[in-house]
C-alpha cells in the first residue's frame, strides 16, 4: 500500500550544523570561554538570546543553549579532539552559508570548518 502523502505547508526556516575543527583546546574546556565567541556571533547574526543555559562535563567539554527570537543555537565542545559543534535554527532570519563562513572565520580564526545546511 502507498504511503499517504500530506500536502501540508511547513513554515521557513533554515536549519544549519556548523563543524569546527583543530579549535584551541583551551577555548573549548569551560562553557565561559566558548560562550564569549557564540555571544559575539549571535550578535554579527543579528539575532537576540531570550534564554540560555550551559552545563560542563567532567572533566572537559560544554554544552551551550541559546533560545534565540527567531529559534536556537547549540553548542558542544569535544576538547579532546579539538572540536566544536553548532546547530543552528532560524524561522525568519534568512542566512547566507558565505555570511556564516566570514563570521567563523573572523571571530575564531579558523579556516577548518563545515557549514551544512539541512534540506527537509
Not at 38 to 59: A, D, G
Amino acid at each position: 500500500m502507498p504511503k499517504k502523502r500530506f500536502n501540508k505547508k511547513r513554515p521557513f526556516f533554515q536549519h544549519y550544523v556548523i563543524e569546527l575543527f583543530n579549535v584551541d583546546r583551551d577555548l573549548l574546556i569551560k562553557d565561559t570561554s566558548v560562550s564569549n565567541y557564540i555571544k559575539k556571533f549571535i550578535e554579527k547574526l543579528k539575532e537576540k538570546v531570550v534564554y540560555s543555559t550551559s552545563y560542563n562535563f567532567t572533566p572537559y567539554g560544554t554544552t551551550l543553549i541559546f533560545v534565540l527570537r527567531s529559534s536556537h543555537l547549540i553548542v558542544h565542545t569535544w576538547p579532546a579532539s579539538n572540536y566544536l559543534h553548532i546547530d543552528f535554527l532560524t524561522c525568519f532570519n534568512p542566512v547566507q552559508p558565505t555570511i556564516l563562513s566570514e563570521y567563523i572565520k573572523s571571530l575564531f580564526k579558523i579556516k577548518d570548518f563545515k557549514i551544512k545546511l539541512i534540506s527537509y
